[in-house]
T-cell receptor, first 112, second 112 residues
Framework: NAGVTQTPKFRVLKTGQSMTLLCAQD?????MYWYRQDPGMGLRLIHY???????AKGEVPDGYNVSRLKKQNFLLGLESAAPSQTSVYFC???????????FGSGTQLSVL | GESVGLHLPTLSVQEGDNSIINCAYS??????FIWYKQESGKGPQFIID?????DKRQGQRVTVLLNKTVKHLSLQIAATQPGDSAVYFC???????????FGQGTRLTINP
């Protein structure tokens, strides 16, 4: 039972490049989330999903897109990366809406 | 606790002592609260949660106390061990919301 798996673990991008972060969970959870974590700040919600085929905006959605084509996967895309998107990104999933989230180990992204 | 800026509140305790980490939450309508532990380079790990119809909940070596009158949450760790060194986050959820809102964290340091 792997829980929540994120790939890649590290990535460096140049401004304007695009990339996709992949999150996979094997707990059959309906709810999935993408958070970003910046130094000295708590986790901020980017986008979330309440089930397969659904997505919704969180607190800081600008510059990001998401897709949930399969229940177990939640993808976070950056179409044109900016230095302000340098951060650590965490994916999470939960059985109940907004409760007892299980987190992945994170992706450290640097945009130069 | 909560803070603004790049510097996390820090709590230093002696190994074997009890630790108390405090959190002031923002929304009086919040009905669910949770504590996470985050070690360096890892994702947040669930510690304990509590609903607003309770004042206290105990786990293994941890106790969460909720004071709704002053919107205060605390995490007590008994007999603190070196492995307890981490950043601790509280989070809250309001009824009907799909997301957790995280505080900025407190760094717990254990002195030998």
């Amino acid at each position: 039972n792997a829980g929540v798996t994120q790939t890649p673990k590290f990535r460096v991008l140049k401004t304007g490049q695009s990339m996709t972060l992949l999150c996979a969970q094997d707990m059959n959870h309906e709810y999935m989330y993408w958070y970003r974590q910046d130094p000295g700040m708590g986790l901020r919600l980017i986008h979330y999903s309440v089930g397969e085929g659904t997505t919704a905006k969180g607190e800081v959605p600008d510059g990001y897109n998401v897709s949930r084509l399969k229940k177990q996967n939640f993808l976070l895309g950056l179409e044109s990366a900016a230095p302000s998107q340098t951060s650590v990104y965490f994916c999470a999933s939960s059985y109940l809406s907004g409760e007892k989230l299980f987190f992945g180990s994170g992706t450290q992204l640097s945009v130069l | 606790g909560e803070s603004v800026g790049l510097h996390l509140p820090t709590l230093s305790v002696q190994e074997g002592d009890n630790s108390i980490i405090n959190c002031a939450y923002s929304n009086s309508a919040s009905d669910y609260f949770i504590w996470y532990k985050q070690e360096s380079g890892k994702g947040p790990q669930f510690i304990i949660d509590i609903r607003s119809n309770m004042d206290k909940r105990q786990g293994q070596r941890v106790t969460v106390l909720l004071n709704k009158t002053v919107k205060h949450l605390s995490l007590q760790i008994a007999a603190t061990q070196p492995g307890d060194s981490a950043v601790y986050f509280c989070a809250e959820k309001i009824p009907g919301a799909q997301k957790l809102v995280f505080g900025q964290g407190t760094r717990l340091t254990i002195n030998p």
